[in-house]
């Protein structure tokens, strides 16, 4: 079964939300605007509705992660799940019991939708093979294959300010080759038909297949920013310094490095975006990144929404009716 | 104060779960016809009834344990308790308080109910006996004592597929003698009246006592196997493959492992069950465990409902009425 | 902005909970008015009101911490709130984030709410500089500075028994110099126009700006002890007995540890406190500790009803009505 087939039911529902290949455009739209009806309630005084009451949720994280289980845990909590959060220590893992196990076994505990952060690519989609009907799983993360609710989020972002991305001319900047963010990003650009997508990084840095993935290439920032509605600025793994691929973080700031002088060869009304957390001083200059252009803490908010939106839309799906 | 009374209140109504041994027929029937009205509550759209609400649950779990805790928190979660969970480090309770102190500080928090795994043997009954009126204990595992919530989820499953347990043939097969599990399900299988309850263990892993427990005791799998209705295998504990108890792991399993063949000298609707987490390939064969005899992914469900059905019970004793 | 005007708003309202230090007697007098409230509540079958349902309060924990953290998060479901639990690794949040990055990304998550530990003094009031309107701060301790909440129960469990401050005679044992609890203390005892309160320490402990605190210094227990209504024994910390400050563990217990022949100095109804967790045999003789003029027990359920208080005060001015 692919991928395509495997997110979507007999029906061309939402069933599982695992990459942003494999969708279509009325289906990020329908996330896109339910985020919207959530934003509102982020706004309430009370926060909270009923849409995941009685539902369990599990938070399996194979890898770290703050901000990202932070904001799924916040949402699942604002749709009223039961939430059970794992910090699986992969080592452990191997030791007795397989992932596969590990999945069974959950199931077995009657859980309804898996969030999923690991290591490996793929692995999101491999459980999804594996859990049975009316099991649904959402991608948090996986190797450096997709981050899809962070693709989601920076769409949302962009639309909020910028509505029409058939106009828009929009640049992903930085270690596009690591980055499961940059992928799915990607995709969901191409997937609404912006206008132009930008990729810049060091030449080492940018993967061989960039090009069939419909993004014009630039290994120089400041011809490659010219003229953008939005910079995407992603975030640079410094455990990856050590490694020939990069030069030093004061050259690679000097050569990649978002500074105020060289975002103003963007549009004047450009905005300015990062996945977080951000390294101040390496990819993008501290006074940018709490600049006027800078979206980067109102899209940590999206991100709720968002994740929100995904989870109601999937459990919509079984025709549970809800009425707050 | 004896195990046995510590366990009921002065009216015989449950108000600690600690230990199989010191419980009735009556007690153990009424905790199986409870659970049942749970499973059903698992398979409904909302998972949740309102028994625990307003009542807070202390998970202390002085021993890792993943299963276990997720299906305690989950039964909890679906009650509608408040929940504390602490992985509490042992080595830090020993350094400023003492295990005395760390209950009476919780208890202090008004929590309402205690669920306690622990290294040593008989701490749930210490907790119990310092604990102060009205407030229950839950032993999720001490020692190598009992572990009694498994040994009910255990009763479930078998009773859920055989229904009458005095026409029933059970062996229990590994190393019984570190096994809480077993001990439980020993004194459970007896109080229900199995017909015949069989040990199988190699000689060096027979406790001595297994006799007196009303137990047949075989060192050879395959005699032990023939015409029993439900095989439960235990967990091989690595950490005790390196003394001079148990041979290699290859070798255990040549002798001990539950292959398909050997599995065929039960009866052929025998059932397979294994608390977990299994060790495929050492005590048990990987396709007998993903087979049509086996159980063991339903046991897990069962044992949220197992302990919904011991929480709800010991709650009810204090009059408090609940209308869903 | 000073201290005492970030914690109240325009209308004189409480907004954050960082210090004793800046409130006025009102305050605290509502907070443990409401906190006796709370208290009854409690005491309920049902422990549960909805006064936060819908918001969101996030524990920031950079220091470890089991009573403070389990009292305060325990409120804040008896309040209703949602949840977000933070151990942050304070390595961690250097390496890539500064702190105020950390407030800021999670405030973009709508918290309403932050109770925050850290090993600076300061800390709290640095967050609540930068939180935006209509957030709220709560210490939980920081550095050596304030532990405000903690002083709060201990005026708490003085009112109960005691009612009025102004005949009291109040002292204080033990690492002064070094304890957040004490100088919070200090300052809510002379809010509430405490009679006398006396500073009972050795000679290298004894901070050099406690007469300036409107304190009677002594560095002899058994006449610091005579008369006196309340005794407030403070946790030695162990991690300070290698240095110089302080004689062996025996030696600190035979001139300052609280033995019932020295507490028979004291009057003879006297009330015995500490903060936990208690170093038997160190600062205090276990049998004082277990005693029948030990309230300690005590103090760590009040815990949870001042923090309920705290927590409700401020949501309160925010113009949430809540009816039950």
Known sequence: MSAKNLQLDENGKLQHFLSIEGLN???????LDTAESFTSVADRVIKKVPILRGKTVANLFFE???RTRSTFELAEQRLSADILSLNVDTSATTKGESLLDTIHNLEAMQIDMFVIRHKDSGSAHFFAQHVRPGVSVLNAGDGQHEHPTQAMLDLYTIRHHKQDFTRLKIAI????MHSRVARSQIHALNLLNTAEVRVIAPKTLLPVDTESLGVQLYDDLERGLRDVDVVIMLRLQKERMSSALLPSENEYFNQF??????????????????????????????SVMDGNQSVILQQVGFGISVRMAVMSIIVGRTGLQVSE
């Open 173 to 176: 900047v930085g270690d596009i």
């Open 25 to 31: 455009q009325q289906i990020i739209t329908e996330i």
């Open 64 to 66: 770290p992660s703050t």
């Open 257 to 286: 490095g978002l500074t105020q002088e060289r975002l103003d060869r963007a549009n004047p009304d450009a905005i300015v975006m990062h996945p977080g957390p951000a390294n101040r001083g390496v990819e993008i200059e501290s």
